[in-house]
């Protein structure tokens, strides 16, 4: 599905971006990953077809270097996928002026400056391209302590919809994403909240959290042709969470 494509993953040191990386490479793919820790070197010591870079996604030299990278191999980059983000938990009234920004920062100003970026690296490629953002359900739903977060990932829908209604002429694509309750790196601490944990598995039809995986093919899916006519849209992978 992804033979002889490139792509940029960014957070993937755990969890979604991790499989992801892993998914790509299974599908056929190349992978430029971005991670703010050094010591996540050693879990892809054995894994071939990607190559890793250190450094924090409000740091536009990572992304100008991986370009220099890739230019160098003569490997053209095709997708792009926004997965870095940062979590907050605050009550509203609590929330300073300095938090909320340090949040948007990271899960909105930096994915707008990567997608600047990269689109104009493939518009001066003259190649195509698809960008993959990744936002949360609670970006489209009510949450106690979470107005901070939801705000950063609401974001992303009208940014991921303008994008791709101005750059579908360059033929770059852009959709986003919305996990629900997916079994990743916070999973363990969440179940021993035996009551919030409860109650999350009696709102979802599926009565379960998704696998990792199940988000990643998804992923892999908009990154690919098959999904060349999907373009702007915001789709919930959650179990039937939204729809109940």
């Not at 993953?9 to 992978?31: E, M």
């Not at 033929?171 to 994403?177: D, E, F, H, K, P």
Request: charge should be positive; charged fraction near 25%; glycine fraction near 8%.
């Amino acid at each position: 599905m992804l033979k002889n494509k490139s792509i940029i993953v960014t957070g993937v040191g755990k969890g979604l971006g991790f499989d992801l990386v892993n998914s790509i490479i299974s599908y056929g793919g190349f992978v430029y990953g971005i991670t703010r820790s050094r010591s996540d070197l050693k879990k892809f010591k054995n894994i071939k077809n990607c190559k890793i870079f250190i450094g924090d996604v409000k740091d536009t030299k990572i992304l100008k270097n991986i370009f220099k990278h890739s230019d160098k191999s003569k490997n053209i980059i095709n997708g792009f996928v926004n997965n870095a983000g940062q979590r907050q938990r605050k009550k509203f009234r609590k929330i300073s002026r300095k938090q909320i920004k340090n949040l948007f920062d990271v899960n909105f100003f930096s994915i707008f400056e990567n997608m600047q970026l990269f689109s104009n690296y493939l518009i001066v490629k003259k190649k195509p391209g698809s960008i993959v953002n990744i936002g949360s359900i609670v970006g489209e739903n009510g949450f106690s302590e979470l107005s901070g977060y939801a705000s950063s990932k609401t974001a992303l829908i009208g940014l991921t919809k303008s994008f791709s209604v101005e750059m579908a002429n360059y033929n770059i694509r852009a959709n986003l994403v919305n996990p629900g309750f997916v079994k990743t790196s916070y999973f363990k601490k969440f179940k021993q909240k035996k009551k919030l944990y409860r109650w999350t598995i009696s709102r979802i039809p599926q009565k379960r959290w998704g696998e990792p995986k199940e988000v990643s093919n998804l992923i892999c899916f908009l990154l690919s042709e098959l999904s060349d006519y999907i373009n702007g849209a915001t789709i919930n992978i959650d179990g039937g969470w939204t729809a109940s």
